[in-house]
């Protein structure tokens, strides 16, 4: 039986990630950090079938203690400060999680085991102001963001350790992948939320910052795949995980109102931008100017060729299908939450 270790079990990936492998019949661990209120997150449902350490990724000395209670045979770093606007109000916070973080946990698999292969989640924001459309493993990197730079880092350290130690250390670029279990402060969420709120009447609008944002959007179910098969290879190597469609912000808007029946109709461009409900005319979408970012990301969008050639790695969910996912868990939240406000 295999162990695994998982650093942010509790977020979107570690769950579907845990899930994944707890089905693969491995022994799961994974690192906590202590709170005053324990909370499980998205792995409450299994949180019987994981082993929790208590660790945290700015303190070496708890990323070794890890290593030697789990005695991992694969290492799957997830954790992070994952949010980018909370990046340029926090940016030393995420460089020390987002980079510093990444080499505690190589060093603690060096100093623990060594033979131990070690996944690094690196992130398409790395691009940036792109300099090549699509993007792919070659495409240089351009961040825009002090996320995406911290990101940066961690991506050249585990190609650094990989070359200068040995060890089996490969990184994801993964695109933007979207789930149920999502965090609201992201856009995706927080627009899934809203068509919910508003189509039963619980929320007026929806405020959004740049409409005209193209990203490539996948389902995180298929994206952890993607982390384990890097792991089984001969060899380690990075890989983009991606697939190869564009959308803007302005489309999943769309989308997410025409699953609960309401059909957007845009008036005005830019920081002017409305979305009304075409049929009966009520300003349902307002674009505000505080969520633009200071330095703005236009398009992002992958190429993951060598994933789907090497790996065997292929894409199930469709943008369709992602959306229509997350509106109908959102549908379902919030009319649990309006049953329980009426007792």
């Not at 090549?132 to 961690?154: D, H, N």
Request: with cysteine; hydrophobic share 40%; aromatic share 10%.
């Amino acid at each position: 039986m295999k162990h695994a270790l998982i650093t942010g079990v509790t977020g979107q990936d570690g769950s579907y990630l845990a899930e994944l492998l707890l089905e693969k019949g491995y022994e799961v661990y994974g690192i906590m950090r202590r709170k005053s209120v324990v909370d499980y997150g998205n792995v409450e449902h299994i949180k019987d079938k994981i082993h929790f350490i208590y660790a945290d990724m700015t303190d070496i000395t708890s990323l070794v203690h890890a290593m030697q209670v789990s005695q991992a045979d694969e290492v799957y770093n997830l954790a992070a400060q994952s949010f980018v606007g909370t990046s340029w109000e926090q940016p030393l916070a995420t460089a020390d999680i987002d980079a510093i973080g990444v080499t505690n946990m190589l060093e603690a698999i060096r100093m623990v085991k060594p033979t131990a292969r070690f996944y690094q989640a690196s992130t398409s924001e790395m691009f940036g102001l792109v300099q090549a459309i699509p993007q792919c493993e070659t495409t240089p990197f351009y961040p825009r963001s002090p996320y995406g730079v911290a990101k940066l880092y961690g991506h050249w350290i585990t190609k650094n350790y990989r070359e200068s130690y040995g060890l089996y250390a490969c990184s994801g670029i993964l695109f933007n992948h979207e789930s149920e279990r999502r965090g609201k402060e992201f856009v995706t969420r927080k627009i899934t939320d809203a068509v919910a709120r508003i189509k039963q009447g619980v929320q007026e609008h929806l405020e959004l910052g740049n409409m005209d944002s193209k990203r490539d959007w996948g389902h995180s179910k298929d994206y952890v795949k993607a982390m384990w098969l890097m792991l089984q290879q001969d060899e380690a190597d990075d890989y983009v995980i991606a697939t190869n469609e564009t959308r803007t912000v302005r489309e999943f808007v769309e989308i997410a109102f025409s699953h609960v029946g309401i059909e957007v109709e845009w008036s005005g461009t830019g920081v002017d931008e409305v979305g009304r409900d075409k049929a009966t005319g009520k300003v349902i979408v307002k674009v505000n100017p505080k969520f633009f970012r200071p330095a703005e990301v236009d398009i992002l969008l992958g190429n993951p060729a060598k994933a789907e050639a090497k790996l065997g790695w292929v894409r199930e969910i469709p943008f369709a299908e992602l959306v229509k996912r997350m509106v109908e868990n959102d549908m379902k939240l919030v009319e649990k939450e309006i049953k329980i406000s009426q007792l």
